[in-house]
């Protein structure tokens, strides 16, 4: 089994592969490679192999409460992120935090290793201090799924076409009406500015799901419903309800094919085990099967989800996305919004995890200062740049910035970077300063004549 780190400027990549009775840690730019692994008694493969056997029944258990989650993310650390990896993997996330970056740790497995997939990798943590890097706010953790069919960039263009979409049953609670208006609420704001597109579908049936698809050509997918993963058929399903308001599952490979021809650039899943997967395929799973038939980006739930913590992800993780924030830094503070909840006592909030083919994080990029009061002072500073940055930046700070979402912060501040130059300030300097206000009054002393 082999493990290789890849470096992707604030991405650090981890693709798992079986391989030879070694595991292999190896940095593509420095040309770096250590066993993490020393061989023993039995080869590695062996040990590995008869450790997961222990893993897959504590992954079982690990979110009945913190103590059998840190179980399972102590092994997975003090197994895969050792020697070199290690080494990197703490090189990177202090040069992410020093540039005010998030950390996005890329799992990548091979066909060889579905075993490895199976386990609750969103509960990695520090092997030390028990620390879950998923529970951080600088730290994220993306699975990465091939696509083998047509697909598409999660970023696109505004306005944003928003669909939700919820099935409920007698037997299962699903707060449909509390699902709706969590997205609906998150989106307001850019919905007046018609800069998103918004239409609720109701419990939606089996049968009629392809057509309202077609009818309304999503961006955004939100589905709320019940999910399960069935020994029998070997995958996953939904379960909708048919014209008799009976349950009716829809198989994942269905549900990949479905949206194949629609092609949503973001769906998200909540529902109970449509991330869960078997230690015999990577893609026996709803949100798997999605990714490979060209959905670039999928948020699902890898075990069962409380109800109340379902509807908090949602009014969240959309609140972040309709401010700016990237996929991944949107899940992330659902995450902590969930694990803050002073009645948490088990660790829901490492069960939603994204699974992307796709190496973009954002799904939309709003205009420069979207819906900011000063939006005219800071267009007038961004034509002051391209004549003169010295009396843009002057300018620049008699503006207030209370308000500017973390994008527009981020739009703003690269704008100033492209007249490093110009302005013959050096870049690590600029890099210094991720803070705009910070940013610009250091830029302007440092322009003063």
Request: aromatic fraction near 6%.
């Amino acid at each position: 089994m082999a493990q290789v780190a890849v470096i992707e400027s604030s991405d650090l990549t981890l693709v798992f592969i079986r391989g030879d009775a070694q595991i292999v840690a190896a940095d593509e730019d420095l040309q770096l490679s250590c066993t993490v692994i020393a061989t023993g008694m039995r080869s590695v493969a062996e040990m590995v192999d008869c450790s997961l056997e222990v893993a897959r029944r504590i992954n079982q258990e690990a979110f009945e409460s913190d103590d059998r989650a840190q179980r399972l993310g102590r092994w997975l650390f003090d197994t895969f992120i050792r020697g070199t990896v290690r080494d990197l993997f703490f090189l990177h996330l202090g040069m992410s935090r020093a540039n005010g970056r998030m950390l996005r740790l890329v799992l990548r497995f091979d066909q060889s290793v579905p075993q490895l997939a199976a386990l609750s990798w969103e509960l990695l943590c520090h092997a030390d201090d028990g620390l879950f890097w998923s529970a951080v706010e600088d730290v994220s953790i993306v699975r990465h799924v091939e696509s083998h069919g047509r697909t598409q960039g999660v970023l696109g263009t505004l306005p944003l076409r928003v669909v939700v979409a919820t099935a409920v049953q007698a037997s299962v609670t699903i707060d449909a009406a509390a699902h709706e208006a969590g997205v609906r609420n998150a989106f307001q704001a850019l919905r007046m500015r018609g800069q998103v597109a918004y239409e609720y579908l109701g419990e939606t049936e089996h049968a009629s799901l392809a057509e309202k698809l077609r009818d309304h050509e999503p961006d955004l997918l939100h589905m709320a419903l019940h999910g399960d993963f069935n020994d029998d058929d070997a995958q996953g399903a939904l379960i909708f309800q048919d014209i008799l308001r009976r349950p009716a599952r829809m198989l994942a490979s269905s549900m990949g094919a479905l949206l194949r021809a629609h092609l949503p650039r973001l769906v998200v899943l909540v529902a109970c085990d449509s991330a869960k997967t078997s230690s015999k395929s990577l893609l026996d799973g709803v949100a798997q099967q999605l990714v490979a038939h060209g959905v670039p980006a999928v948020i699902a739930m890898r075990h069962e989800i409380p109800e109340s913590d379902g509807i908090l992800l949602t009014e969240r993780f959309y609140a972040a996305i309709a401010q700016g924030a990237t996929i991944d830094r949107a899940l992330q503070i659902a995450r902590l919004a969930l694990r803050a909840r002073p009645e948490q006592r088990r660790p829901t909030w490492a069960v939603p995890a994204l699974f992307t083919s796709s190496a973009e994080r954002r799904l939309f990029k709003p205009p420069l200062h979207f819906g900011h009061p000063f939006a005219a002072d800071i267009t007038a500073i961004d034509e002051l740049l391209k004549k003169s940055p010295q009396k843009a930046l002057k300018r620049a700070a008699g503006v207030s910035l209370d308000g500017l979402c973390n994008l527009e912060l981020d739009q703003l501040h690269n704008r100033i970077r492209q007249h490093e130059r110009s302005l013959h300030i050096d870049s690590k300097v600029l890099n210094a300063y991720r803070d705009v206000e910070r940013f610009l009054a250091k830029l302007i002393a440092l322009t003063d004549p």
